[in-house]
């Protein structure tokens, strides 16, 4: 079983930035793919971010490319998500997500982001 908290959310105006942190309860964290998603009100909760077991690989969704980055430190059993030139629309929960097979297995409680312009 995987234990993940979410932190970092919060109230930025556009433009601004934000930094989320995952933390990870499991024994072998580096095991897992990890990625972020997000949903807004009134949409369905969408991709935006993933990164492989050791850092190497991340993909972004079209819509955060070149503003947000996803490291993680797998001594430190935590995953972050820099969020740069943050934009209204970019207002939503965020959630943290472990996967170990095809799917996105494990999921977080969820950080409110909002960003008012």
């Known amino acids: 079983q995987v234990q993940l908290v979410e932190s970092g959310g919060g109230l930025v105006q556009a433009g601004g930035s934000l930094r989320l942190s995952c933390a990870a309860s499991v024994r072998t964290f580096s095991r897992y793919k990890m990625g972020w998603f997000r949903q807004a009100p009134g949409k369905e909760r969408e991709f935006v971010a993933d990164?492989?077991?050791?850092?190497?690989?991340?993909y972004n969704a079209d819509s955060v490319k070149g503003r947000f980055t996803s490291s993680r430190d797998n001594a430190k059993n935590k995953v972050n998500l820099q969020m740069n030139s943050l934009k209204p629309e970019d207002t939503a929960v965020y959630y943290c997500a472990a996967q170990e097979g095809e799917e996105f297995d494990y999921w977080g409680q969820g950080t409110q982001v909002t960003v008012s312009s």
């Open positions: 990164i492989n077991w050791s850092g190497a690989s991340t």
